[in-house]
């Protein structure tokens, strides 16, 4: 989101543990195993299925797939092990995916399902990694066939409406989600159909072009088609630029939704004060605007800023860093006085940045430009005292759930530098 100025202003991320089955199924496991092995080596092979079993609720889980793996070998039945290897590879999957390492995660998913094709935790985990990774409809088609597994599972189908809906197939995300509501998906399913609802009776009257890695839906108009090809452009050449900058170019295609005001509004629900929003589709209310001009190239570099923080760091960032970056890639082309920051610094009243971590909707509007001018003085002094290379190492600690203020004493120690002591040379370098 960005603040006006003129005329600019998890899917589901829980990861669970699933162990409760292998404490309830270890016994049973054990007297199978003792039916099918040999006496001479009976108290051997229970011994390393229980120790097996203890690495999965250590979740040390590498070890206790090697070490399963190594049994298959040495048993008469190595299927008698599928249950416990499906169980390791399920929560290897989730712990990799939590760490954003996607690929692996998703090799690991992919080898659980070798061993327990039915367990749709595995396939919901396959598609969780690509849904993360912007590649929507591959996570609804892996959700599709969970469905096959599990036809009234109303979480699957809750997750494969939030697939379809960040794809822009709003008809059959509508169609996913009354099911998940109808087998009892709960209040965040009938929140979701709402607002899909309320965005699709706009959409349909909207125009599309592509080009490159956006998608622009727009009412079409004498000057509207015009602009809407120079937007599409400048989008593309904020991908180059600001993925230069942060070494990072997805591979996805943003939805771009050029709106009037009074539906940017309807749809968004966003305060007056907002420019633009990103909540997964960049959301622009440029009604009456007939040519680009440099507070919307501006504001076209700062939502995408938002796009790229968005799969950096698995929205695991604080809002005052968020806000930022984002101002300082809109500021490379528009950069208005910094007014309000510098008459709070020099009254003592700048804002608190555990506030500012969270939502700027929570300060008064009287609050909200010191709050994009306070975070975007600190985030560039951050990239002009120690360069986007520490900028990038610090995206990419959040990204794997560390603490933000963790983070950057961790990043900027090699400086000699914490939080604190950042904030102490920051608001030092405003008296020059």
């Known amino acids: 989101m960005q603040l006006v100025s003129g005329v600019k202003k998890k899917a589901d991320g829980s990861v669970n543990n699933f162990l409760c089955y292998c404490r ?78 996607f690929s692996a995660a998703r090799e690991a998913f992919l080898d659980g399902r070798q061993y327990n094709e039915g367990d749709i935790r595995l396939w919901r985990g396959e598609a969780m990694t690509w849904f993360k990774q912007g590649q929507y409809a ?22 494969l409406g939030k697939a379809y809906y960040a794809d822009g197939r709003m008809a059959e995300a509508l169609d996913a989600l ?26 349909q009257e909207m125009a599309q072009e592509v080009r490159g890695h956006f998608q622009l839906s727009f009412v079409d108009g004498e000057h509207t088609a015009d602009l809407s090809t120079t937007i599409l452009e400048t989008l593309e050449d904020a991908y180059t630029e600001l993925g230069s900058d ?67 760091t698995n929205r695991q960032i604080p809002v005052w860093l968020n806000e930022g970056l984002s101002e300082l890639a809109g500021r490379q082309t528009y950069s208005p ?11 003592n009243t700048l804002l608190n940045w555990d506030d500012l971590a969270g939502p700027f909707t929570m300060f008064a509007r009287s609050k909200v430009p010191l709050a994009y001018e306070q975070s975007y003085s600190l985030v560039r002094f951050m990239v002009d005292r120690f360069g986007w290379h520490e900028m990038v190492k610090l995206l990419k600690l959040l990204g794997e759930r560390q603490g933000w203020k963790t983070a950057i004493s961790t990043v900027y120690q090699d400086y000699g530098l914490n939080w604190p002591t950042i904030l102490i040379e920051w608001q030092a370098s405003l008296n020059q």
């Open 24 to 101: 309830l199924c270890s016994a049973l496991l054990l007297l199978f195993v003792a039916l099918v092995t040999p006496a001479t080596s009976m108290a051997s092979t229970n011994s390393e299925i229980q120790k097996a079993i203890n690495l999965l609720n250590q979740k040390e889980y590498v070890q206790a797939i090697d070490l399963l793996h190594d049994l298959e070998a040495r048993v008469l039945n190595p299927d008698q092990l599928s249950y416990l290897l499906a169980v390791a590879y399920l929560n290897r999957g989730y712990q990799l995916l939590s760490s954003r390492d």
């Open 337 to 347: 006085p910094l007014v309000h920051l510098q008459k709070a610094f020099e009254a």
């Open 178 to 203: 009354t099911r998940s509501n109808e087998l009892g998906g709960g209040a965040d399913v009938a929140k979701l159909i709402d607002k899909v609802k309320r965005e699709w009776l706009l959409e």
């Open 246 to 312: 942060l070494n990072y170019y997805p591979d996805v295609r943003v939805p771009v939704l050029l709106y009037t005001r009074r539906d940017f509004s309807a749809v968004t629900r966003s305060p007056d004060w907002a420019g633009a929003v990103y909540d997964g589709k960049i959301r622009l209310p440029v009604g009456g605007m007939q040519q680009m001009n440099d507070q919307l190239v501006a504001l076209l570099y700062h939502e995408y800023s938002h796009v790229l923080l968005h799969f950096m």
């Open 138 to 159: 591959v996570a609804a088609s892996l959700l599709d066939q969970a469905l096959g597994i599990a036809p009234q599972n109303a979480d699957l189908y809750h997750f």
